[in-house]
């Protein structure tokens, strides 16, 4: 008689605990979801970062890409160039007299001798006169000229700063003409609409005087 009532009373004492441990593991599980979801969270907002800084790298890599290779094509076509005209000069030297010769000779040796700050000032004065045409040609406002003895900063001789400052105008100057190329291609999308919805229009006018 005594062995089922403490078999009985072992068993219902044996229970509580259980059932208290299952809710215990329970709320240690909800708080461990709850960690991993905040981590979650955390690391997809890492991962949209990187992934814009990724886009934002990738547009830039695009648009120094697309700048060295206008400026290689641009250097090859100088160089042609220089080409033909040292030809040219070499077939008309002859025919000048002797002292003329060495004159030219003598001109020629110093148009070769180009200096860093004569560098400086034929690019500043190019990308100016781009800039100012492109300005004039999108209607915009150009930039009032600087004050007396005032300049525009030009590059270092010889310093990672000048060429970092020659990137910098070269981009501004892709850029430039990057919107230019947008601008143009979009007046040239409408003036195709416009002469397509025109064609279309003297058909219809056709068909109906016929």
Do not use: W
Request: hydrophobic fraction near 35%; aromatic fraction near 4%; proline fraction near 5%.
């Amino acid at each position: 008689m005594m062995f089922p009532q403490s078999r009985h009373s072992a068993s219902s004492q044996s229970s509580q605990p259980l059932k208290f441990t299952t809710s215990d593991s329970c709320d240690r599980i909800k708080d461990e979801f709850q960690f991993l979801q905040a981590q979650y969270h955390s690391l997809k907002m890492e991962c949209d970062k990187l992934a814009s800084e990724k886009s934002e790298m990738q547009r830039h890599y695009i648009m120094y890409y697309e700048m060295s290779y206008g400026l290689n094509i641009e250097m090859h076509k100088q160089a042609e160039i220089v080409k033909r005209l040292n030809g040219i000069c070499a077939q008309v030297l002859p025919y000048l007299s002797q002292e003329h010769q060495q004159q030219v000779l003598g001109a020629i040796e110093r148009a070769k001798q180009v200096t860093p700050p004569e560098m400086n000032s034929i690019i500043r004065q190019q990308l100016q006169v781009h800039q100012l045409s492109q300005l004039q040609g999108l209607g915009l406002p150009t930039m009032a000229p600087l004050p007396m003895g005032l300049s525009a900063p030009s590059l270092p001789p010889t310093s990672s700063a000048g060429l970092m400052s020659l990137s910098s105008i070269l981009a501004s100057h892709s850029h430039s003409q990057s919107a230019h190329a947008q601008a143009q291609a979009q007046l040239a999308k409408e003036d195709k609409a416009r002469d397509a919805a025109e064609r279309e229009q003297r058909e219809e006018d056709g068909d109906k005087s016929d």
